[in-house]
């Protein structure tokens, strides 16, 4: 069993819809949660990073945290087409080892 | 400011050959994480080095190797090289010391072995 689970997708939604992704995990140790975005043929971008149970908003995203239930997901609202992408989820425990889910692959069709 | 930028950006070598990936993390971080991206794998954590030293390491056979520079520059090198080793080679860097910090990636360097 992978420390991280993450659905790879494909998932594919009209533009302008919430998008809800979502990881779950194994190791209870786990303590900073991050989503990254990647477009194909480029590195991870950084989206949000959190350290606690509960949300965190930024703009059209939020990332929320359930340690009691080890799960965490990313929300998109009013989802773009510049939105299309791969998103990973990672975290860590404090070393700078980040432990990643197999990422989703996100299309918003227009 | 600039980011984590890696050279080569693209790099074919046959089987048995030796590659080093060059990495310059964002000024002022001193901390540069390495980690190999495959379809089937996903992201890989390889080592991480912070002054110098070689903090945390992977699950990766010796043929991985690294170092890091006084100038945080760091580098990585894959020796005897294999088809398996085909991959996207990503580096991070962070700010603090102490984990749990954000880490920003470069572009990467695909590396085909043929």
């Known amino acids: 069993q992978k420390e991280v689970e993450q659905d790879p997708g494909p998932l594919s939604v009209p533009e302008g819809a919430i998008v809800s992704l979502n990881c779950t995990y194994s190791?209870?140790?786990?303590?900073?949660f991050m989503w990254y975005r990647q477009y194909s043929r480029k590195g991870p971008e950084l989206l949000m990073y959190?350290?606690?149970?509960g949300n965190k908003e930024d703009g059209r995203f939020t990332a929320q945290v359930d340690k009691s239930s080890k799960y965490i997901s990313l929300f998109i609202r009013d989802s773009q087409p510049s939105d299309s992408a791969t998103y990973l989820c990672?975290?860590?425990?404090?070393?700078?080892?980040?432990?990643f889910g197999q990422g989703t692959r996100l299309t918003i069709n227009p | 400011k600039a980011g984590v930028t890696q050279t080569p950006r693209y790099l074919i070598k046959t089987r048995g050959q030796q590659v080093t990936l060059s990495c310059s993390p964002i000024?002022?971080?001193?901390?540069v994480s390495w980690y190999q991206q495959t379809p089937g794998q996903g992201l890989q954590f390889l080592f991480e080095?912070?002054?110098?030293?070689?903090?945390n390491k992977g699950n990766f056979p010796g043929r991985f190797s690294g170092r890091q520079f006084s100038n945080s520059r760091s580098e990585m090198n894959v020796s005897t090289l294999e088809l398996g080793d085909s991959a996207l080679y990503l580096c991070?860097?962070?700010?603090?010391?102490?984990?749990?910090?954000?880490?920003?990636f470069g572009p990467g360097t695909r590396l085909t072995v043929l």
């Open positions: 990672a975290m860590n425990w404090g070393a700078q080892k980040l432990v």
């Open positions: 959190t350290y606690s149970s």
């Open positions: 991070a860097s962070s700010l603090l010391e102490r984990g749990g910090d954000t880490q920003y």
């Open positions: 000024s002022g971080h001193r901390s």
């Open positions: 190791n209870s140790a786990f303590q900073y």
């Open positions: 080095y912070f002054s110098e030293t070689q903090r």
